[in-house]
Structure formats: structure tokens, C-alpha cells
């Protein structure tokens, strides 16, 4: 398909950009994005010409704030699905043991409601972002914990949610775990059994949502990579014969310009996956800028060839039918957060996402959509 717009690219541009990647191990050839400034089509559109899902994680909080209308605008023109990205985790939803907090779920689908979206529910059971007073329960609190909860917010929202992030990271190799699985507090109660208890569940509370496992860090060219990958892939068959009822596998896709990733290694094991049944989800994607040299040009340039590589390797496998950014304008990133910036030794003006901090179109974004243009239909 054609676009009007400035199509020029300065050779200079071109050639740092590649250099850039080429630094740091990073993929393929230069690329050239098309400003796609004067096309009216959002990302969410252009996805669906090829069959694929396209939208993001969206915060509630964030439309109170002054940019809130410049801020549901994006999802409004791009996002086809929404993810909530704090509103369902345990910590929002039960801040306290006998408290349940329905407020910001009850906002968020009705924001999605408004505008036609479905939902991604994430996350019902993950190690992160729990309550204190989970880690004082004994295990017999936490199995109980865990089959209540399910039922009590799936059937809360019965209807009103298409996809369920039902666990979360369940890969933690950090922890010496049999099978590398992390010890977290429902692996701690009940052992491997919490995912498959978990996802039963939520099949029990509602039988025609998509249920989904979500993890992290599977795409890296180094062993942890490997190792996440092989785990994984070998919980999944042990799951897929104990007929766990899971229908996607969701992966989180938290790209980084410093780190170096395999992809070829990433999408034979996507297909592994999809060759055990499962439909495929990218999730949370987003790319990290820390420690990339250069201005602001160079590290917009080389955030949109990452993600056009990335986008490029994993729309080729078939299975994938869902792909999701983790918010949509740097303005309002995880990786904004100081915390997190400390935590993660992420820079303090980090441009992840596809809209800057003004939530203008960023060179991501062209790259994004032309990733879309050239994926195979599915
Ligand atoms: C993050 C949120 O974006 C932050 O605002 C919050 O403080 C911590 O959690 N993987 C996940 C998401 O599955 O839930 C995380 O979201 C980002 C990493």
C-alpha cells in the first residue's frame, strides 16, 4: 500500500542508524521507515488488514491527569484491544485481606466498553505486585486465596473480558527450582500444581474466555534466553498432558537496545509452541533505550529498527494473532516511573514507545505499521 508523506530519509541518518546496531550485535540491514504523518489509518486498522490484534496496556489514572484527552485519543485512533497494566493485579484488587477494590477494573472496562475494545485481564496469579499480607498467609490461605480470587473477579466481569492473563512468569531459573519455575508465594503453598489449579479455575469461572500464561525474557541471544526458552517449552508439555486448559501463550517482549537477541532461536521455539496447540500473543512490547549512544534521532531510529526487526521475525510465524505495546507514549511508560528507573538502570528521559513524551508520532510507530504491512495474512 502507498502512503503520502515525506519518505526521505538522510543518508547520514541511515548509515548511524545501522551503525548503531551493528555496535551493539544487533540484527539485520538498514531500514528505511516512511513518515506516515498524513495517514488517517491507526495502527489497530492496519494490523487488522493482516488478521492481527494490535493495541496496548492502558492505566486509568492516566486519564485524570492533564494529558488525559491527548492520552485516550491514541488508544482511540491505534489500540483495537486494551490490556489493563495495574488494574486486575492482586494488588490493586485486594489491597487488603478482606478488601476487594473494584473501582479501577470497573473503569477501565468501562473506558473499553465505550469505545467497542475487548480486554486483556492481566494478571490473576503472578509473584510481583501481590499485597504484604499474602506473604503472611499459610499455604493452606494461599490455595484458598487463589480459587477464590479466580472465581470472584471472572465471574465479576463474566462476559465483559476477552483474554486472561491467568498466570503470569511462571519461569524464575533464579530460584533453583525444579523445572526453573519461580518460588513465589502460590509456588511456595501448592508447588508446580498452582499453574494448573489456577488455569482450571479460571476455565470452571469461564468456560469461552481465551486463557492465557504470560512470561518474560524468552527472545535474548544469551543463556538466559536459552534457559527461559527450554523451560518454558518444557512446562508447556507437561501441561499439555496433564490437559491444563490454556489457549494462548502471551510473551511480554521487553526489548532492550543493549541487549542482543536471537531470533531465529526465538521464532523456531515459537513454533514449537504453536506446534503444541497454543495460540500466540506479543504482549507487553516495548524497547528500552538505556545506554544507547547518540541524540534523540539516533535512539528513535534505532528503537524503530528494533522494533521492525523484532515485529518483522515473529509476524512470520502464523500463530501469532494478538501483538500489544506496554502503553503508548513515553509520557506515560513503566519506564518513566523512578522506582523502576532505579530498579532497572533504566535512563531518566527513556523513548520506548511508539509516541514521545508529547505524544507525537515517533519513528516507532512507522515502523510498527510497515511491519503490519509486510506481515503474511493470517
Ligand atoms: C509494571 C507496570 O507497568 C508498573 O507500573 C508497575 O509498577 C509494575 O508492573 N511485566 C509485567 C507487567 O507483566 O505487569 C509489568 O508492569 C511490567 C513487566
Redesign the pocket.
Known sequence: MTHSGNRSVRRRDLLTGAAGLGVLGMFAPPLVFAAHAATARGLGEIAATKGILFGASLAVHELDRDHGERYQELYIRDARILTS??EFKLSTLRPKQDVLDFHGADRLIGFAAAHAMPVRA??LIWD??VPDWIHRLAPAGISDLLDRHIEAVMNRYAGKIRYWDVV??PIGPWDGKPGNLRAGPFYRALGEAYIARAFKAARAAAPSDILVL?E?QCETADENGETFRTSLLTLLRRLKDERVPIDAIGF?S?LKLAARYDLPAFTAFLHEVAKLGFEIHIT?LDVNDSKFPGNIAARDRAVAQMYRAYLDAVLKVEAVKVVET?QLSDATS?MN?RA?QARMAIRSDPRPLPYDAHFQRKPAWDAIAEAFEAAPAR
Open positions: 497494566e495495574l492481566h494478571t510481583d505486585d503470569n512468569e504470560n518474560a511480554q521487553h507487553e506496554w513503566w516511573d523502576t
